[in-house]
């Protein structure tokens, strides 16, 4: 939704320059729309965004909204924008743990 209007070059200078970011960063990518990503794609598809009765496959709805998946890419859990990383902390033990 044109909410990023830098380059992807401009984007992990400026992750690197104010939060000392020194590991690898994603390419920036559509999320939504027709340009989706495929990875995208997939998520959207086989998560809560999608509606099973009507065949409908929902928007992301923000930026920070969170997937958490298995080591076999099955979505587990959707958080919304506005839950915290920790939130999820136990959910990401369960699933370490297994």
């Known amino acids: 939704m044109n909410q990023e209007s830098k380059c992807e070059l401009d984007i992990k ?36 965004l999608y509606n099973q009765s009507t065949n409908q496959v929902q928007y992301i709805p923000w930026n920070f909204t969170k997937f958490l998946l298995d080591k076999d890419g099955k979505i587990l859990k959707m958080y919304g924008p506005n839950d915290k990383p920790q939130t999820m902390e136990e959910d990401i033990q369960k699933l370490l743990s297994h």
Do not use: Q
């Open 13 to 48: 200078n400026f992750a690197k320059g104010k939060y000392s970011v020194d590991f690898p960063l994603f390419s920036k990518v559509e999320v939504n729309g027709p340009e989706t990503h495929d990875v995208f794609k997939y998520i959207r598809a086989n998560s809560p």
